[in-house]
């Protein structure tokens, strides 16, 4: 009887283990993006570190999206063709190819491709300048961390995130265009009037936008968070890191599930 009780009285300590740990992270998240919002509104913020990061962000991010996005394209053709081929449905070919990526294959793979890419090397970055008393050294000087550090990054990662999902939508329609082409012979300017046709409107890539916004959201809020709050040397900053993707992910895979039955 005490060994079962002592077993349930154990769980439920993990339990509340668990919920106290999850609330410390939704509210130090709370916290930032207030402390963020209000730099913000004031363009209290550093310009430099801003331009600074979009190109260490968003420039050297290009090559890696871009491959991503034209064989997720392909990919997309290569499963789908065996059902288009056994309803004779090719005229539908880009209606369904355009209607997955802009909606969902192109926000979802881009927010996971710059979450591992740029969110983790921004919680390292983080990270390290907590653990070797960089950040200390900045409110020492006067400087404030959020508005030195963390809202240009936070600018920084939506806005790349937004702008390489509209390349990511565009290169992956032309790898599933000219995949259709070569395995279906489906002609691309009939691939992209199947696109166009009616079927899909800007809606639909305002949709995923939105979507690619606030993942933007989510990652630069996750990285920033963990970065600032890494402890421990060398091994917390691994933590820091490990923290911020797994957080990042299930935060993006969430949201997309909740706007995808709110938004249709």
Same mark, same amino acid.
């Given at each position: 009887m005490s060994d079962a009780r002592a077993s349930v009285e154990n769980n439920l300590?993990? @339990?509340?283990?668990?919920?106290?740990?999850?609330?410390?992270?939704?509210?130090?998240?709370?916290?930032?993006?207030?402390?963020?919002?209000?730099?913000?509104?004031?363009?209290?913020?550093?310009?430099?570190?801003?331009?600074?990061?979009?190109?260490?962000?968003?420039?050297?991010?290009?090559?890696?999206?871009?491959?991503?996005?034209?064989?997720?394209?392909?990919?997309? @053709?290569?499963?789908?063709?065996?059902?288009?081929?056994?309803?004779?449905?090719?005229?539908?070919?880009?209606?369904?190819?355009?209607?997955?990526?802009?909606?969902? @294959?192109?926000?979802?793979?881009?927010?996971?491709?710059?979450?591992?890419?740029?969110?983790?090397?921004?919680?390292?970055?983080?990270?390290?300048?907590?653990?070797?008393?960089? @950040?200390?050294?900045?409110?020492?000087?006067?400087?404030?961390?959020?508005?030195?550090?963390?809202?240009?990054?936070?600018?920084?990662?939506?806005?790349t995130l937004v702008l390489s999902t509209v390349f990511a939508d565009f290169l992956a329609l032309l790898g599933a265009a000219y995949a259709g082409w070569g395995l279906l012979g489906v002609e691309p300017m009939s691939f992209y009037n199947g696109v166009t046709s009616g079927l899909l409107g800007l809606g639909d890539v305002f949709h995923g936008l939105f979507k690619s916004f606030l993942f933007g959201v989510i990652i630069a809020l996750s990285s920033c968070h963990f970065g600032l709050s890494t402890s421990g040397g060398a091994p917390g900053v691994g933590r820091a890191v490990n923290a911020a993707v797994v957080v990042s992910a299930a935060g993006i895979f969430l949201f997309d599930y909740l706007l995808s039955f709110a938004l249709g």
């Amino acid at each position: 009887m005490s060994d079962a009780r002592a077993s349930v009285e154990n769980n439920l300590g993990r @339990v509340g283990a668990t919920f106290l740990d999850t609330a410390s992270v939704v509210g130090g998240l709370a916290v930032l993006f207030g402390g963020v919002l209000a730099r913000l509104v004031r363009f209290d913020f550093d310009r430099r570190e801003l331009f600074l990061n979009l190109h260490k962000m968003g420039v050297k991010s290009l090559p890696i999206v871009v491959t991503t996005a034209l064989f997720v394209g392909g990919i997309m @053709v290569i499963q789908a063709a065996p059902i288009v081929e056994q309803f004779g449905a090719f005229g539908l070919l880009g209606w369904g190819a355009g209607f997955g990526i802009l909606r969902e @294959v192109g926000p979802l793979l881009t927010a996971l491709m710059i979450s591992g890419r740029v969110g983790a090397n921004n919680t390292a970055e983080l990270g390290t300048m907590v653990v070797t008393e960089q @950040v200390d050294a900045l409110r020492a000087l006067a400087i404030n961390p959020t508005s030195y550090l963390v809202a240009p990054r936070f600018v920084a990662i939506v806005t790349t995130l937004v702008l390489s999902t509209v390349f990511a939508d565009f290169l992956a329609l032309l790898g599933a265009a000219y995949a259709g082409w070569g395995l279906l012979g489906v002609e691309p300017m009939s691939f992209y009037n199947g696109v166009t046709s009616g079927l899909l409107g800007l809606g639909d890539v305002f949709h995923g936008l939105f979507k690619s916004f606030l993942f933007g959201v989510i990652i630069a809020l996750s990285s920033c968070h963990f970065g600032l709050s890494t402890s421990g040397g060398a091994p917390g900053v691994g933590r820091a890191v490990n923290a911020a993707v797994v957080v990042s992910a299930a935060g993006i895979f969430l949201f997309d599930y909740l706007l995808s039955f709110a938004l249709g």
